[in-house]
Every structure is written in C-alpha cells, then in structure tokens.
Antibody, heavy 121, light 113 residues
Framework: EVQLVESGGGLVQPGGSLRLSCAAA????????MSWVRQAPGKGLEWVSV????????YYADSVKGRFTISRDNSKNTLYLQMNSLRAEDTAVYYC??????????????WGQGILVTVSS | DIVMTQSPDSLAGSLGERATIDCKSS????????????LAWYQRKPGQPPKLLIY???TRESGVPDRFSGSGSGTDFTLTISSLQAEDVAVYYC?????????FGPGTKVEIK
C-alpha cells in the first residue's frame, strides 16, 4: 500500500524558514517523480514543484522560485521541500504527491494527507 | 503559463442525474508526438487529499467508478458523472501536466439537491 506522510509544518514568522519532509512507503521511491502541491485557505489547488526519480532536475512555480528548494533522498525514501523567505501568502496545506511514473509530466496518483504551514507574526 | 478555466463554478444535481464539468486550457495540451492530452481530473472531498480520477484526459484511474468519464482534446475537456451519487459531493479540479508550471483549474463544487 502506498503511503505518503508529510511532516515539518507549523507556525513560522514572515521571512523565516521551514523544511517539509514526506516519508514514502509501499513503492519503489526512486522510480517515481514526486511533487508538492498546496492549498491556501479558501483557495484552490496550486502546483508548487516537481522532481524526477533521479533527482537531477527540479522545477518550480514562479511564486516560489528562488525561495523554495525541492530535493529527495532515495536512500531514505524521503522527499523534502526547503522553504525560505516565507511570506504570509505561503500559508497553506502542503501536499506531497507521487507522480504516476518516472516522468514529471504525469498526473499525481497518490497524495499525502497534507501538512499545514502558517506564516504569521 | 497555461491558464485553466472551469465551468460551472458549482452545480447541484439530483441523485441519479447526469452532471458535466467543462475545463478549458489557454493553449493546447495535446502532444502531437504521442497524440496524448496531458490533462487530469481530481476529486477533492472535505478533509481528504485530492484523488486522481482521470488521466490522459479520458483514462479512468484504477478503482474509479465507471460513472466517471473524461472526454475532449486540445483545449476543451469535459468530466461527466453519468449518475450522480451522494458520495460524489466534492470539488473537482482539472490539471494540465503538458508544460511547467502544471496548473490547476479553479475547481467546480458539486452538491446534491
């Protein structure tokens, strides 16, 4: 059974940093691209970032480019999102999602339960 | 960036009624080399993460009831629920994965009358 469990969220002041983790199980982690998607309160889904199974390329939404870094440790079956220079508008539930294959250019077939990040003073 | 729009914003249907949701992309998401539309549909129930329903615009994900179907090509797509059930109450999103950033539509809220 595929399991994705996010951790590392919480309350942070504007300008601060957080690192989200997503522990994966139930599939060959290194064979699948992984992504982060967020949903701000009262808003729709916003794609944030994606990384292929090899981890050799990364892609970002313009809203987070230069501030967020996606990475993965295939030896630990874990996906990360390092979030720096956080802004109030980054407040959202962050979901880690598994792409349905090795390519980034696929739908997301499994999602974690999400983790809340609140940016506020 | 490819902009995704959806209509209607919300719909309320009776049990057993047919429901359709339209999704339009600001440019084609059909990749000519493989003739695939890079378009997915997700269902989001309250308190749950999104669930993949349809990918490649018309391929149903394993385990998804066959009352859900996807159609369309290029820039115009439709999600159809052939016979609305109580458990279908949710927000439905389309997403293009043709070009980065992978953008979502704003969502369509489906309710039961």
């Amino acid at each position: 059974e595929v399991q994705l469990v996010e951790s590392g969220g919480g309350l942070v002041q504007p300008g601060g940093s957080l690192r989200l983790s997503c522990a994966a199980a139930g599939f060959t982690f290194s064979s699948y691209a992984m992504s982060w998607v967020r949903q701000a309160p009262g808003k729709g889904l916003e794609w944030v970032s994606v990384i292929p199974g090899s981890g050799d390329r990364t892609y970002y939404a313009d809203s987070v480019k230069g501030r967020f870094t996606i990475s993965r440790d295939n030896s630990k079956n874990t996906l990360y999102l390092q979030m720096n220079s956080l802004r109030a508008e980054d407040t959202a539930v962050y979901y880690c999602a598994k792409q349905s294959g090795g390519s980034c250019y696929l739908g997301s077939d499994y999602w974690g339960q999400g983790i809340l990040v609140t940016v506020s003073s | 960036d490819i902009v995704m729009t959806q209509s209607p914003d919300s719909l309320a249907g009776s049990l057993g009624e047919r429901a359709t949701i339209d999704c339009k992309s600001s440019q084609s998401v059909l990749y000519s080399s493989n003739n695939k539309n890079y378009l997915a549909w997700y269902q989001r129930k309250p308190g749950q993460p999104p669930k993949l329903l349809i990918y490649w615009a018309s391929t149903r994900e394993s385990g998804v009831p066959d009352r859900f179907s996807g159609s369309g090509s290029g820039t115009d797509f439709t999600l159809t629920i052939s016979s609305l059930q109580a458990e279908d109450v949710a927000v439905y999103y389309c997403q293009q994965y043709y070009s980065i950033p992978f953008t979502f539509g704003p969502g369509t809220k489906v309710e039961i009358k």
